[in-house]
């Protein structure tokens, strides 16, 4: 994913469309098995805490069968170290001018051309893992705000399904409401 102009060039899972699947409870494992992974092959780079949240970390919640995972970091000085490791087992990093978020570092792993996991590795002094971490709590303390979300996702994806960018812009006031709701979990 080297050339912006030409989509054409890049590999099929980077243009996967959006498609939303029923809750399965094997996401919750399969958060803790790339928890796992995560850690041991990102620990000798100072990266020490990981977290699987958004949709697959929330039970009975529809998703997109991506696993989305978050690691915190003081400084992305570690990531010419971190790319190869990741890369050895599958992990895609998409530079910043690509992801278009200047917050985070974002990796995809890959299998048989579809994307089965995503890494968010975000700086510790950013807004993004608190509310990314509280976001996941609240829908999990709150099963009836987790079905109106997973409603809004199920339609959110028929109305952009070729657009995920869309389709993750359509879902932020949803997600700010929770996050400015005073209900303690």
């Known amino acids: 994913m080297t050339n912006i102009e030409n989509e054409s060039t890049w590999p099929i899972w980077a243009t996967e469309s959006v498609e939303i699947a029923p809750p399965d409870p094997q996401w919750i494992e399969q958060g803790k098995f790339y928890t796992n992974e995560l850690t041991q092959l990102l620990s000798p780079v100072d990266i020490q805490h990981i977290e699987h949240f958004g949709s697959t970390a929330i039970p009975n919640l529809p998703a997109k069968p991506i696993i989305d995972m978050m690691a915190i970091t003081d400084s992305f000085d570690q990531l010419p170290v971190i790319i190869p490791i990741l890369e050895k087992e599958n992990w895609h990093y998409v530079p910043p001018e690509l992801d278009g978020k200047q917050h985070r570092r974002f990796f995809v792993k890959v299998i048989n051309d579809k994307r089965v996991a995503h890494l968010h590795i975000v700086l510790q002094q950013g807004q993004q893992w608190q509310n990314q971490l509280l976001f996941r709590d609240r829908l999990i303390a709150h099963p009836e705000w987790a079905e109106q979300y997973g409603q809004l996702k199920q339609h959110l994806a028929i109305d952009n ?25």
Do not use: M, P, S
């Open 161 to 185: 399904k070729d657009d995920r960018e869309a389709y993750t812009q359509a879902k932020t006031e949803f997600v700010q409401n929770i996050l400015d709701h005073h209900d303690k979990i």
